[in-house]
């Protein structure tokens, strides 16, 4: 068990954690992890017409049935990929050797802003406003800047933000761009599973999704079609998933992510109570630190999502604390090459880079529970005092 409760750690000793992350990646659902074991047992390759194959084959498309459920739609335009970001690389990769534009927000997902097959000159980045909105208005005058270019714009804005947790407004965008002859795709990555997402309602051409993040395997995703759209192959080869994404089939992760849309779906009636705990996490967060700020918090957010910035603080070190308290959350920032950067999400919202450099992400989920609350706020509130006593300790 790694929510909320005990979990053996790597030497064998049995440490109580509680775990805030779900943002970063969800634990696998006892359900989905039965499921895949189970699949595991279909040996036949699904393209083959035996009865090992056709086993192995109806599997798959149980699974389709489920994922296009979760987002209101028919079996037949769901491709399953190896996760999002390869989802996100197929959406983007749609128009190669067209005449295209790409526009996306600022504050996308690094798979999508790394800009599939459009070159840096034949993308627009479009920002966001201070709350971490996309600025509609803005998208709208590049589509008119645009149109006498002769080009169609391809326009990616994810359905809710995975640092912040802001809900774009993805269905105005997208009659802004359909008026303008565009395609709409849509990164519902981390909103599926936590808000209801209709692929229709949101007006979407294309729409990418994730298993790991709802409680299914890591390394399977899919990319969902509104009806009558295509798009070109990234990976070329066998005939697989409608001649768009080639390859045999990852049976096991596709039955697991089935079972984690079917659930997830269910889960929705909870998201209440998941808001309600997020809503004391705050309050708290907030009494015990006065000046921490929390993101994006006056406009439409995930349920599950808290991105709260605490003054004088380094967030490494408050994740860190927290960890060894045996509470996981993420730092708002990105480590790489050994070098902390800001967060490209908050850059674009202009927050100061001392207190972007001092935001922790906090994401709930199906397995949170009361305790993993407490476990956080205590271990928190030590670490501020520490911090108000000994700001050198901050750093
Ligand atoms: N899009 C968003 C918004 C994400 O948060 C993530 C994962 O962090 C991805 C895409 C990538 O998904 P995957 O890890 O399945 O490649």
Not at 37 to 63: C, F, K, W, Y
Not at 271 to 286: D, F, G, H, M, P
Request: net charge neutral; charged share 20%.
């Amino acid at each position: 068990m790694l929510t909320g409760g005990t979990v053996a750690a790597s030497f064998g000793d049995m440490i109580q954690r509680s775990y805030l992350d779900y943002n970063a990646t969800a634990p696998l659902r006892a359900e989905v992890r039965a499921a895949m074991v189970d699949a595991m047992a279909l040996h036949g390759n699904p393209s083959s017409v035996h009865a090992e194959g056709r086993a192995a084959r109806a599997a798959i498309e149980t699974a389709r049935t489920k994922v296009a459920n979760l987002v209101g739609t028919r079996s037949e335009n769901v491709i399953f990929t190896s996760g999002g970001t390869e989802a996100n690389a197929l959406a983007l990769a749609a128009q190669a050797g067209e005449a295209w534009h790409c526009y996306r927000s600022a504050i996308e997902h690094p798979s999508v802003l790394s800009g599939g097959r459009f070159y840096r000159e034949t993308t627009t980045e479009i920002p966001v406003t201070a709350h971490g909105v996309v600025d509609l208005a803005y998208l709208a005058r590049e589509l008119d800047k645009h149109r006498a270019g002769g080009w169609r714009p391809c326009v990616s804005l994810m359905a809710a933000n995975n640092e912040t947790g802001a809900i774009q407004p993805v269905a105005e965008a997208a009659s802004i761009v359909h008026g303008a002859r565009g395609l709409m795709h849509t990164d519902a990555v981390q909103a599926a599973g936590r808000v209801p997402i209709d692929i229709g309602a949101l007006g979407a051409d294309m729409l990418s999704l994730s298993a790991h993040k709802i409680g299914g395997p890591k390394g399977v995703g899919a990319l969902v079609l509104a009806e009558g759209v295509s798009v070109e192959p990234l990976i070329k080869g066998g005939g697989q998933e409608r001649r768009k994404r080639a390859g045999t089939e990852n049976v096991p992760g596709i039955v697991g992510f089935g079972v984690a849309a079917e659930l997830a779906l269910k889960d929705l009636a909870n998201a209440e109570a998941i808001r309600t705990l997020r809503a004391e996490l705050e309050r708290r967060v907030l009494a015990s630190a006065p000046d921490a700020v929390v993101l994006s918090a006056s406009v439409p957010r995930l349920p599950n999502t808290s991105c709260i910035a605490v003054p004088g603080a380094k967030a490494e070190t408050l994740v860190i604390g927290l960890d060894l308290a045996g509470v996981a959350v993420s730092s708002g920032s990105a480590c790489s090459s050994g070098k902390v950067e800001a967060s490209h999400v908050l850059n674009a919202m202009g927050v100061a880079p001392e207190l972007a450099q001092s935001a922790i992400r906090v994401s709930l989920g199906f397995g949170t529970t009361n305790t993993d609350i407490e476990s956080f706020l205590l271990a928190f509130g030590e670490l501020v005092k520490r911090l108000k006593q000994s700001p050198k300790a901050a750093a």
